[in-house]
């Protein structure tokens, strides 16, 4: 909680800047291959499908939603600071 509400804090001069947002924590983890992804999103395909027989909603666009967000931020962390941190 506290990556988010130092994000939004009102006054800037405590408020984090990119940087440190990208090297918080919870964006720190490892790059996951094609297939390692494929096998999670059907994991957590089928089982969203065992426990939610009821709702009809498409997993895949959830799942596929939830992937490009990652990916956005793994895009983010890996972009340069210099024309984010001015």
Do not use: Q
Request: proline content about 2%; some cysteine.
């Amino acid at each position: 909680m506290d990556l988010i509400e130092n994000m939004i804090c009102f006054d800037p001069a405590y408020r984090l800047t990119l940087m440190a947002v990208r090297n918080h924590p919870w964006l720190d983890y490892e790059e996951a291959t094609e297939e390692e992804v494929a096998e999670e999103l059907a994991k957590r395909r089928d089982k969203v499908e065992k426990v939610s027989t009821k709702k009809k909603f498409n997993i895949d666009e959830v799942m596929l939603r939830r992937l490009s967000y990652i990916m956005d931020l793994k895009k983010l962390k890996s972009m340069g600071t210099k024309d984010f941190d001015k």
